[in-house]
Protein backbone atom coordinates (compact mmCIF):
# COMPACT_ATOMS: atom_id res chain seq x y z
CA UNK A 1 0.00 0.00 0.00
CA UNK A 2 1.94 3.55 -1.10
CA UNK A 3 2.36 6.12 1.44
CA UNK A 4 3.69 9.63 1.36
CA UNK A 5 5.26 11.77 3.61
CA UNK A 6 6.30 15.21 3.56
CA UNK A 7 9.52 15.97 5.00
CA UNK A 8 10.89 19.54 5.12
CA UNK A 9 11.76 22.78 7.43
CA UNK A 10 8.67 23.98 9.69
CA UNK A 11 10.27 27.39 9.47
CA UNK A 12 11.13 30.13 6.22
CA UNK A 13 11.84 33.48 6.93
CA UNK A 14 10.34 36.04 4.26
CA UNK A 15 11.49 36.80 0.79
CA UNK A 16 13.57 33.23 1.13
CA UNK A 17 12.67 29.50 -0.45
CA UNK A 18 10.76 27.00 0.41
CA UNK A 19 11.60 23.29 -0.23
CA UNK A 20 9.84 20.42 0.71
CA UNK A 21 10.27 16.70 -0.12
CA UNK A 22 7.62 13.70 -0.74
CA UNK A 23 9.18 10.19 -0.31
CA UNK A 24 7.00 7.86 -1.01
CA UNK A 25 6.73 4.27 -0.31
CA UNK A 26 5.03 0.89 -0.87
CA UNK A 27 4.97 1.43 -4.76
CA UNK A 28 2.30 1.33 -7.39
CA UNK A 29 0.59 0.10 -9.85
CA UNK A 30 2.99 -0.06 -13.28
CA UNK A 31 0.10 -0.06 -15.43
CA UNK A 32 -1.39 3.32 -14.39
CA UNK A 33 -0.80 7.12 -14.85
CA UNK A 34 -0.02 9.24 -11.81
CA UNK A 35 0.62 12.42 -10.58
CA UNK A 36 2.50 13.63 -7.65
CA UNK A 37 0.97 16.55 -6.04
CA UNK A 38 0.84 19.29 -3.85
CA UNK A 39 -2.02 20.63 -2.25
CA UNK A 40 -1.97 23.44 0.60
CA UNK A 41 -4.62 24.67 3.73
CA UNK A 42 -3.90 27.41 5.60
CA UNK A 43 -4.98 27.69 8.89
CA UNK A 44 -8.78 27.23 9.08
CA UNK A 45 -8.63 27.84 5.58
CA UNK A 46 -9.43 25.63 2.27
CA UNK A 47 -7.26 23.59 0.63
CA UNK A 48 -5.28 24.91 -3.02
CA UNK A 49 -3.85 22.64 -5.23
CA UNK A 50 -0.21 24.44 -5.91
CA UNK A 51 1.02 21.76 -8.57
CA UNK A 52 1.82 18.28 -9.85
CA UNK A 53 4.22 16.63 -11.93
CA UNK A 54 3.95 13.73 -14.44
CA UNK A 55 5.87 10.43 -13.97
CA UNK A 56 7.63 11.44 -17.02
CA UNK A 57 8.91 14.94 -15.12
CA UNK A 58 6.26 17.03 -16.79
CA UNK A 59 5.54 19.60 -14.48
CA UNK A 60 1.65 21.83 -14.28
CA UNK A 61 1.20 24.68 -11.86
CA UNK A 62 -1.55 26.95 -10.48
CA UNK A 63 -0.97 30.29 -12.39
CA UNK A 64 -0.97 32.72 -8.91
CA UNK A 65 2.28 30.41 -8.52
CA UNK A 66 3.45 29.73 -11.82
CA UNK A 67 6.50 32.37 -11.57
CA UNK A 68 8.46 31.11 -8.45
CA UNK A 69 7.37 27.21 -7.98
CA UNK A 70 8.71 24.38 -8.72
CA UNK A 71 7.97 20.73 -8.68
CA UNK A 72 10.10 18.00 -9.81
CA UNK A 73 10.94 14.17 -9.70
CA UNK A 74 13.41 12.41 -8.16
CA UNK A 75 12.58 8.50 -9.41
CA UNK A 76 15.57 7.10 -8.05
CA UNK A 77 15.08 8.65 -4.25
CA UNK A 78 11.50 7.55 -4.95
CA UNK A 79 10.76 11.25 -4.21
CA UNK A 80 9.26 14.04 -5.55
CA UNK A 81 9.90 17.89 -4.51
CA UNK A 82 8.87 21.28 -4.25
CA UNK A 83 10.48 24.69 -4.16
CA UNK A 84 8.55 28.01 -3.49
CA UNK A 85 10.80 30.72 -4.21
CA UNK A 86 10.49 34.90 -2.59
CA UNK A 87 8.21 33.09 0.18
CA UNK A 88 5.54 35.62 2.14
CA UNK A 89 3.53 35.57 4.63
CA UNK A 90 0.67 34.21 2.74
CA UNK A 91 2.69 30.98 2.05
CA UNK A 92 2.52 29.95 5.52
CA UNK A 93 0.15 26.88 5.34
CA UNK A 94 -0.15 23.33 6.06
CA UNK A 95 1.33 21.68 2.99
CA UNK A 96 0.09 18.12 1.71
CA UNK A 97 1.28 16.00 -1.10
CA UNK A 98 -0.45 13.53 -2.57
CA UNK A 99 -0.58 11.01 -5.88
CA UNK A 100 -3.21 11.60 -8.22
CA UNK A 101 -4.44 8.86 -10.55
CA UNK A 102 -5.83 8.47 -13.83
CA UNK A 103 -8.46 6.52 -14.24
CA UNK A 104 -9.69 5.62 -17.39
CA UNK A 105 -13.28 4.29 -18.25
CA UNK A 106 -15.15 3.19 -21.37
CA UNK A 107 -18.85 4.58 -21.36
CA UNK A 108 -19.52 3.10 -24.96
CA UNK A 109 -17.40 1.27 -27.84
CA UNK A 110 -14.52 3.51 -28.63
CA UNK A 111 -15.14 6.00 -26.18
CA UNK A 112 -13.21 7.03 -23.36
CA UNK A 113 -13.16 8.72 -20.55
CA UNK A 114 -10.78 10.38 -18.14
CA UNK A 115 -11.16 10.93 -14.59
CA UNK A 116 -8.72 12.33 -12.71
CA UNK A 117 -8.75 12.01 -7.98
CA UNK A 118 -5.98 12.22 -5.48
CA UNK A 119 -6.82 8.95 -3.71
CA UNK A 120 -3.18 8.83 -1.30
CA UNK A 121 -2.17 11.56 0.61
CA UNK A 122 0.83 12.49 2.90
CA UNK A 123 -0.33 13.54 6.60
CA UNK A 124 1.28 16.83 5.89
CA UNK A 125 3.71 19.34 7.24
CA UNK A 126 2.95 22.85 8.28
CA UNK A 127 5.31 25.84 7.24
CA UNK A 128 5.52 29.32 8.54
CA UNK A 129 6.90 31.97 7.31
CA UNK A 130 8.03 34.66 9.46
CA UNK A 131 11.24 35.96 10.58
CA UNK B 1 -10.23 28.78 -13.93
CA UNK B 2 -13.33 26.78 -12.33
CA UNK B 3 -14.96 28.42 -9.71
CA UNK B 4 -16.47 25.69 -7.18
CA UNK B 5 -19.28 26.77 -4.99
CA UNK B 6 -20.75 24.83 -2.04
CA UNK B 7 -23.45 25.37 0.18
CA UNK B 8 -24.20 25.51 2.83
CA UNK B 9 -20.50 26.86 4.53
CA UNK B 10 -22.07 24.84 7.80
CA UNK B 11 -24.62 22.19 8.54
CA UNK B 12 -26.12 20.77 12.06
CA UNK B 13 -27.28 17.62 12.23
CA UNK B 14 -28.33 14.72 14.49
CA UNK B 15 -27.21 11.04 14.23
CA UNK B 16 -29.59 9.08 11.85
CA UNK B 17 -30.45 12.07 9.46
CA UNK B 18 -29.69 12.23 5.71
CA UNK B 19 -27.80 15.43 5.06
CA UNK B 20 -27.17 17.17 1.46
CA UNK B 21 -24.09 19.03 0.85
CA UNK B 22 -24.49 21.10 -3.13
CA UNK B 23 -21.63 22.05 -5.19
CA UNK B 24 -21.69 24.07 -8.50
CA UNK B 25 -18.90 24.77 -10.60
CA UNK B 26 -18.79 28.04 -13.04
CA UNK B 27 -18.66 26.10 -15.93
CA UNK B 28 -19.44 22.67 -17.31
CA UNK B 29 -17.53 19.57 -15.81
CA UNK B 30 -19.06 16.59 -17.21
CA UNK B 31 -18.48 14.16 -14.08
CA UNK B 32 -15.12 15.31 -13.26
CA UNK B 33 -15.86 16.12 -9.88
CA UNK B 34 -14.33 14.57 -6.91
CA UNK B 35 -15.39 14.41 -2.51
CA UNK B 36 -13.18 14.61 -0.22
CA UNK B 37 -14.13 14.28 3.53
CA UNK B 38 -11.75 16.18 6.25
CA UNK B 39 -11.20 15.42 10.37
CA UNK B 40 -9.51 17.90 12.33
CA UNK B 41 -5.76 18.11 12.09
CA UNK B 42 -6.26 14.89 9.28
CA UNK B 43 -5.79 14.87 5.80
CA UNK B 44 -8.21 14.99 3.24
CA UNK B 45 -9.68 11.63 2.35
CA UNK B 46 -11.21 10.74 -0.92
CA UNK B 47 -14.60 10.05 -0.50
CA UNK B 48 -16.47 9.64 -3.84
CA UNK B 49 -14.50 10.18 -7.41
CA UNK B 50 -16.15 10.92 -10.88
CA UNK B 51 -19.14 12.29 -9.37
CA UNK B 52 -20.51 9.30 -8.09
CA UNK B 53 -18.39 6.66 -7.65
CA UNK B 54 -17.54 5.53 -4.28
CA UNK B 55 -13.81 4.42 -3.25
CA UNK B 56 -13.41 1.27 -1.35
CA UNK B 57 -13.63 1.21 2.23
CA UNK B 58 -16.17 4.26 2.42
CA UNK B 59 -19.51 3.35 3.52
CA UNK B 60 -22.23 2.97 1.70
CA UNK B 61 -24.66 6.13 2.76
CA UNK B 62 -22.05 8.02 1.24
CA UNK B 63 -23.53 8.91 -2.81
CA UNK B 64 -22.44 11.23 -5.10
CA UNK B 65 -24.60 12.47 -7.90
CA UNK B 66 -24.98 15.31 -10.81
CA UNK B 67 -23.08 16.25 -14.06
CA UNK B 68 -22.52 19.52 -15.88
CA UNK B 69 -22.57 22.10 -13.40
CA UNK B 70 -24.62 20.77 -10.41
CA UNK B 71 -23.67 18.31 -7.93
CA UNK B 72 -24.57 16.87 -4.83
CA UNK B 73 -23.39 14.79 -2.23
CA UNK B 74 -25.61 13.08 0.23
CA UNK B 75 -25.20 11.43 3.45
CA UNK B 76 -27.76 8.60 4.20
CA UNK B 77 -28.03 7.94 8.62
CA UNK B 78 -25.43 10.54 9.92
CA UNK B 79 -23.45 8.82 11.92
CA UNK B 80 -20.74 10.22 14.91
CA UNK B 81 -17.68 9.79 12.90
CA UNK B 82 -18.81 12.08 9.99
CA UNK B 83 -17.87 14.94 11.55
CA UNK B 84 -15.57 16.73 9.19
CA UNK B 85 -15.85 19.08 6.79
CA UNK B 86 -16.40 18.30 3.27
CA UNK B 87 -15.08 19.64 0.22
CA UNK B 88 -15.73 18.98 -3.41
CA UNK B 89 -13.11 19.46 -6.36
CA UNK B 90 -12.98 20.02 -9.94
CA UNK B 91 -10.39 18.07 -12.01
CA UNK B 92 -11.88 18.83 -15.42
CA UNK B 93 -9.60 21.48 -16.21
CA UNK B 94 -6.22 22.86 -14.90
CA UNK B 95 -5.33 24.50 -12.53
CA UNK B 96 -7.98 21.90 -9.95
CA UNK B 97 -9.89 23.90 -7.73
CA UNK B 98 -11.59 22.89 -4.57
CA UNK B 99 -14.55 24.14 -3.09
CA UNK B 100 -14.64 25.92 0.01
CA UNK B 101 -15.56 23.69 2.28
CA UNK B 102 -19.07 22.58 4.12
CA UNK B 103 -18.38 22.05 7.72
CA UNK B 104 -20.58 19.00 9.38
CA UNK B 105 -21.31 18.97 12.63
CA UNK B 106 -23.61 17.07 14.99
CA UNK B 107 -26.61 18.23 17.08
Known amino acids: QVQLQESGPGLVKPSQTLSLTCTVSGGSDSTVKYYWTWIRQPAGKGLEWVGR???????DYHPSLRSRVSISLDTSESQFSLTLFSVTAADTAVYYCARETEEMTSPSWGLYDYYYYMNVWGKGTTVIVSS | DIQMTQSPSSLSASVGDSVTITCRSSQTIDRSLNWYQQKSGKAPKLLIS???SLQSGVPSRFRGSGSGTDFTLTIGSLQPEDLAIYYC?????????FGQGTKLELK
Open chain 1, 53 to 59: VSTSGVS
Open chain 2, 89 to 97: QQTDSLPYS
Open chain 2, 50 to 52: ASS
